[in-house]
């Protein structure tokens, strides 16, 4: 296993659903496993809640490596403008050293176990893993304990920080996927915390001072908010142990009592354009106000998004394709790739399509992406719902491969739901849906809604916002 500390950067959206890898059954000398064996092979997932509100969760599989992490209830969410990019910037001072270890012997400690230790910041999320051997989960909790209670936040790490993450700025303005989600959360969510970008404005990257990172952990890094997950060779009642000696002066209270408490984010339908006629292709996102994370509707909207899928120029099949709008994209050569995306939060998301087409085809692209969502409120059939329900399921069994997402995906789910949403109850959830469930959701989310738009590069041929809005709705006899 090669040893690394890495940050695993922004995280733009979210998966719901996932599961683990299945217990193998041998079939002609070849390992298998069907389906139905995979939503019984999932292995408990068990949870324990110290006095101080840290949980702790645990999925044990008897491998030999485990993964286990620290998930936090914070993200760029929690952030105002004069602090916007505080939970990123923490995510870079994080591996720079502890008040027990400096950088060089906390990444001579990671070496010498051959581990992998990573963080990640989105919207509402922090997180800070390590991958190792089961062997030593004790000294990787430690070290977690270390990194997120004792960061040294030195002064001059502080300012060689500033220069990094200012170069990764301008790196992430290159990856124009970003740009164009990060725009469209910008205009969907104007004037609320959803709006800020998870690596926050270069001016704050440059002003941030020790004292707002001081206060930003003091504020937001509490116990309730945490849960310690772990996945792969380990066990329960070790990691509750070592979470009591690690974890249990984590503190629990707020100064005068404030708690803070998110302000409801409201969706604006508006357009935000970056022209650029010197760019080659264009990148363009659609959205609605979709639903949150734990919305019943969720599961539908996941159906109505497997139905639309996803479209690359690399992809074979042709206009033998399941998806339309991939098919319409081959037919007419209308795009480079597109995705449906559902990027779901506590109490509001974005359900969207997005796509990268030449300046030519902006117009008819938007059209059928439209006309796509249009089918979904209307026209949806058996056959649509039985296939996207299929492309949904291996999806969700095969996103899980490996300790690392098993442990993400628990750390999660916990913070979401308070608990760890089994694949078995999924797939109960994904069969209960129906062509008629599809048409009357979508049109609950989709039909006749002011959408939210942003667009970059040579977008002179993207269509007037009112004509686009027009579009949202069919007038029908």
């Given at each position: 296993?090669?040893?690394?500390?890495c940050?695993?950067?922004k995280a733009?959206?979210?998966?719901l659903?996932k599961?683990?890898s299945?217990?193998?059954?041998?079939?002609q000398?070849?390992a298998s496993v069907s389906?139905?064996?995979?939503l019984l092979?999932?292995?408990?997932?068990?949870?324990t809640?110290l006095?101080n509100?840290l949980?702790?969760?645990t999925e044990?599989?008897?491998?030999?490596?485990?993964?286990?992490?620290l998930?936090?209830?914070?993200g760029?969410r929690?952030?105002n403008e004069?602090n916007?990019?505080?939970?990123f910037?923490l995510e870079?001072?994080?591996?720079?050293?502890t008040?027990?270890l400096p950088?060089s012997?906390?990444e001579?400690?990671?070496?010498?176990?051959g581990a992998?230790?990573?963080?990640?910041?989105?919207r509402?999320?922090?997180?800070y893993?390590?991958?190792?051997?089961?062997?030593d989960?004790?000294?990787a909790?430690e070290l977690?304990?270390?990194v997120v209670?004792s960061?040294?936040l030195?002064e001059?790490d502080?300012?060689?920080?500033r220069?990094v993450?200012?170069r990764?700025?301008e790196?992430?303005e290159?990856?124009?996927?970003?740009?164009?989600?990060?725009?469209?959360?910008?205009?969907?969510f104007?004037?609320?915390?959803?709006g800020?970008s998870?690596?926050g404005p270069s001016?704050?990257?440059?002003t941030l001072?020790?004292?707002?990172?001081?206060e930003?952990?003091s504020t937001h890094?509490?116990a309730?908010?945490m849960v310690l997950?772990?996945?792969?060779?380990?066990n329960?009642g070790?990691l509750v142990?070592l979470a009591?000696q690690?974890?249990?002066d984590?503190s629990?209270e707020?100064?005068g009592?404030?708690?803070p408490?998110l302000?409801p984010c409201?969706?604006?339908?508006s357009?935000?354009?970056?022209?650029?006629?010197?760019?080659?292709l264009a990148?363009?996102a659609?959205?609605?106000?979709g639903t949150?994370?734990?919305?019943?509707?969720?599961?539908?909207?996941?159906?109505?998004?497997?139905?639309?899928?996803s479209?690359d120029i690399?992809?074979g099949?042709g206009?033998?394709?399941?998806?339309?709008?991939?098919?319409?994209a081959?037919e007419?050569?209308?795009?480079h790739?597109?995705?449906?995306?559902?990027?779901?939060?506590?109490?509001?998301?974005?359900?969207?399509?997005?796509?990268?087409?030449?300046?030519h085809h902006?117009e008819?692209m938007m059209?059928?992406?439209q006309?796509?969502w249009?089918?979904?409120c209307?026209t949806?059939t058996?056959s649509?719902?039985?296939?996207a329900?299929n492309l949904?399921?291996?999806s969700?069994?095969?996103?899980l491969?490996?300790t690392t997402?098993?442990?993400e995906d628990?750390g999660?789910?916990i913070?979401d739901?308070g608990?760890r949403i089994?694949?078995?109850?999924?797939?109960e959830r994904?069969?209960?849906?129906?062509?008629k469930?599809?048409?009357?959701?979508?049109?609950?989310?989709?039909?006749d809604?002011?959408?939210?738009?942003?667009a970059?590069?040579?977008?002179?041929?993207?269509?007037d916002?009112n004509r686009?809005r027009?579009?949202?709705?069919?007038?029908?006899?």
């Amino acid at each position: 296993m090669a040893a690394s500390i890495c940050r695993a950067g922004k995280a733009v959206g979210r998966v719901l659903a996932k599961t683990r890898s299945p217990v193998l059954s041998l079939r002609q000398g070849r390992a298998s496993v069907s389906y139905a064996q995979s939503l019984l092979g999932a292995p408990e997932t068990r949870i324990t809640t110290l006095e101080n509100g840290l949980r702790i969760a645990t999925e044990e599989s008897g491998h030999p490596t485990c993964t286990v992490g620290l998930w936090i209830g914070c993200g760029s969410r929690y952030e105002n403008e004069r602090n916007n990019g505080a939970g990123f910037f923490l995510e870079h001072m994080a591996f720079k050293g502890t008040k027990k270890l400096p950088q060089s012997a906390l990444e001579q400690e990671v070496e010498s176990m051959g581990a992998h230790l990573s963080a990640y910041t989105s919207r509402e999320h922090t997180a800070y893993f390590m991958k190792t051997l089961s062997k030593d989960l004790p000294r990787a909790v430690e070290l977690l304990s270390d990194v997120v209670q004792s960061s040294a936040l030195g002064e001059s790490d502080l300012e060689r920080q500033r220069e990094v993450v200012l170069r990764e700025l301008e790196e992430v303005e290159g990856n124009l996927q970003d740009v164009c989600l990060d725009l469209l959360h910008a205009t969907a969510f104007q004037g609320t915390p959803l709006g800020h970008s998870v690596l926050g404005p270069s001016h704050n990257a440059r002003t941030l001072t020790r004292e707002d990172l001081v206060e930003f952990i003091s504020t937001h890094y509490k116990a309730p908010r945490m849960v310690l997950a772990a996945a792969g060779g380990v066990n329960h009642g070790e990691l509750v142990d070592l979470a009591k000696q690690h974890f249990s002066d984590l503190s629990f209270e707020y100064e005068g009592d404030a708690v803070p408490v998110l302000s409801p984010c409201r969706f604006t339908g508006s357009e935000i354009l970056m022209r650029d006629d010197a760019m080659p292709l264009a990148h363009i996102a659609i959205a609605v106000e979709g639903t949150s994370v734990t919305n019943p509707d969720i599961v539908t909207l996941m159906v109505a998004n497997a139905i639309i899928g996803s479209y690359d120029i690399t992809f074979g099949g042709g206009k033998n394709l399941s998806s339309r709008l991939a098919r319409k994209a081959v037919e007419g050569k209308l795009c480079h790739s597109f995705q449906a995306f559902h990027s779901s939060y506590s109490d509001t998301g974005l359900l969207g399509i997005y796509f990268v087409a030449d300046k030519h085809h902006i117009e008819d692209m938007m059209h059928w992406a439209q006309n796509q969502w249009m089918n979904l409120c209307t026209t949806v059939t058996d056959s649509d719902v039985a296939r996207a329900k299929n492309l949904l399921k291996a999806s969700l069994v095969g996103q899980l491969d490996g300790t690392t997402p098993v442990c993400e995906d628990i750390g999660r789910h916990i913070l979401d739901y308070g608990r760890r949403i089994p694949l078995a109850e999924w797939d109960e959830r994904i069969n209960a849906v129906t062509p008629k469930m599809v048409r009357e959701v979508c049109t609950k989310y989709i039909y006749d809604k002011c959408p939210a738009i942003s667009a970059v590069g040579p977008i002179e041929q993207l269509p007037d916002y009112n004509r686009i809005r027009s579009a949202m709705y069919w007038l029908r006899l």
